[in-house]
């Protein structure tokens, strides 16, 4: 019994850490200034909406997906977060990520 709730209480402990851990990289803010470079990942419908949205559009973005679509790297937008200040990029390209993170986020649609 005791070890049952040794090892309970290890879990509950570990919890928190591993949370940390797994969102370190955290999110960065992507404005998209021209829909058009999500032609090739949503539907006419999907980019009318954006449209009627106005641009810019700013969706919070995983770091990696971030550097992907913006042309950086991970490691200067991390340089941007650890210097305190909002770690931000205008997006460059379109991809399959960016447009399902608009989707949920901008459009309120879930695959």
Not at 17 to 37: E, M, P, T, Y
């Amino acid at each position: 019994m005791r070890k049952m709730l040794l090892a309970a209480g290890l879990a509950v402990a570990a919890a928190p850490a591993i949370a940390q851990v797994g969102n370190s990289q955290g999110l960065v803010a992507v404005q998209i200034q021209n829909v058009d470079i999500l032609n090739n990942f949503l539907n006419d419908t999907q980019i009318a909406a954006l449209n009627e949205l106005g641009v810019p559009i700013t969706v919070q973005a995983p770091i990696s997906v971030a550097a992907t679509v913006c042309d950086t790297t991970v490691a200067l937008l991390s340089a941007q977060r650890k210097a305190n200040s909002p770690a931000t990029c205008d997006a460059a390209s379109g991809s399959a990520a960016l447009a399902d993170i608009v989707q949920r986020q901008k459009l309120k649609q879930n695959k």
